[in-house]
């Protein structure tokens, strides 16, 4: 007698079970593609969390009654004395970074009471969906941003009629502005119809404006092309530098308009700079795993810039998502006792996700099979779908405040470098999305050392060549506290730097621009780990951009004696210049 062994995909006695999952799998691929990119389970599931536990809470309930009274008496007292007193003093003020209130004729009655009504609703509303007793803490927040944008949907700067600045822009056009608003609503439509990126971007052209230090491709597979840059010094040190951006991005953000470009910076400091550009994926790479990515990508270029200058090493450096994978390769080097690596820079980049930061609301096991099944269907997952989150986390800077002035105000912003390097998106495999979600951010492994490479765990502590990590004051994609954390992780000397701005202009900023600081201080081998808040107080604090301080400990771990420029790629070792920078993969669409 034979017996059917139960599957995956078979249910008791062998039962075939597979077309009822792919009947579940379309559904929720097709609800994958609505929304903000929150699941709407669990988006729901978080309502209940919250909603039973307020009923269980008459504690609570009686609090926030208390709250909305006096913050309502407060409000009307305002009102009251502003009777007498035109610039009485605000119950409420904007947080600091919240700049929708900054014009002068927010001021003035009738606009500053409902500035006032609208932030006293948003605290108390905040207040009402945190530390409510029994609450899962990952439901709190997930509710808590999702009442937070709708509020801010209904936000009186969103609005026409409740929006001095509009009111005034509409007097001063005879209302020609919304007539330009409805044009630049046409044109937005249409260019998002026909797939083409926003008005502006075509002032930025890569290879030209942007991407457009001098350099070759030196090295092409399926994953990466290298970009070797030619030199700009007379002599240079002899250490080269590796540069790993993120894959969710064209490579260029370190290269962008020549003053805000990270690889000119290197280049003009003396240093010989090989930067990656990641491949476009499509569907058929959809079973590229991240272990691809750090083989394909990091070591391939290891050893191509290897091949082409021989016994030297490498300063290697990444940033976001780029740092993570250069850290896993680091130290799976470091663990086969791969010395290559003469330093390693962590740019806004994480090692440690116990706190992620804002996009933890879009990582639960929930969540996570809601994108898996999107992304099963297409085979890699959508730049709009990752964008999404960003958005959504910084509506008000990204969304709102952009439709205000395009569509109400009829005022296009004035396109930059960045904002057209945003628009340039890339897609990412569904194979090594899901491992880096799932391993990373939910299980946390890289950190607990439960990630594994050529057979062996890969542990951070094993990294021994020293590390500049460089956090920012305004990370939401890579909080500095959770940067910080590789002090606890690593046992190497290690530079930290604490940068002004956010994860975008906090690392990637003209240097010669005034107004800049930042803290750092470097621990040694032998030092202890201080909580962050205690690094805060003693690191050194100074004006100016941090790239010159990271470009003088580039040359500080190198060799002291400089070297003449090497020749572009190594034809004999089988490393010719294939084309010019900024290379193909770049154009991938």
Known sequence: MTHKVNTPEAGPAGTDTAPYRTIDRLREAMAAGFGTGVSPLALGMALIDWSAHLAAAPGKRLELADRAARETAELMAHIAALATDPKAEPVIRPGPQDRRFAAAAWQNPPFSIWVQGFLLARQWWHEATHDVPGTDPHYENLLSAMVRQWLDMASPANLPFTNPEIIA????????????????????????????????????????????????????NHLIELIQYAPATETVLAEPVLLIPAWIMKYYILDLSPENSLVRHLVQAGHTVFCLSWRNPTADDRDLTLDDYRRLGVMAAVEAINAILPGRGIHAAGYCLGGTLLAIAAAAMAGARDDRLASVSLLAAQTDFTEPGDLALFVDHDQLHSLENAMRQRGYLTAEQMLGAFRFLRSNDLVWSRMVHAYLMGEREPMTDILAWSSDSTRMPYRMQDEYLRRLYLENALAGDRLRADGRPVALRNLRAPIFAVGTEEDYVAPWRSVYQLHCLSDAELT???????????????????????????????????????????????????????????ARHSAAERVAPPGIGAAAAGYPALEDAPGSYVRQR
């Open 169 to 220: 822009r509409s007097m001063q056009t005879a209302g020609l502005n919304h007539l330009a608003g409805m044009r630049n609503w046409c044109e937005d439509m249409a260019r998002l119809a026909a797939g083409k990126p926003p008005v502006g971007t075509e002032r930025f052209r890569v290879g030209y404006e942007v991407a457009a230090t001098p350099g070759k491709v030196v090295f092409r």
């Open 496 to 554: 930290f730097v604490l940068a002004d701005k956010d994860h975008l202009a906090g690392i990637i900023f003209d240097p010669s621009q005034p107004g800049s600081h930042y803290r750092i201080a470097t621990r040694g081998p032998d030092d202890t780990c201080l909580p962050p808040e205690d690094w805060l107080r003693a690191a050194a604090w100074r004006e100016g951009s941090w790239w010159p301080a990271w470009s003088g400990w580039l």
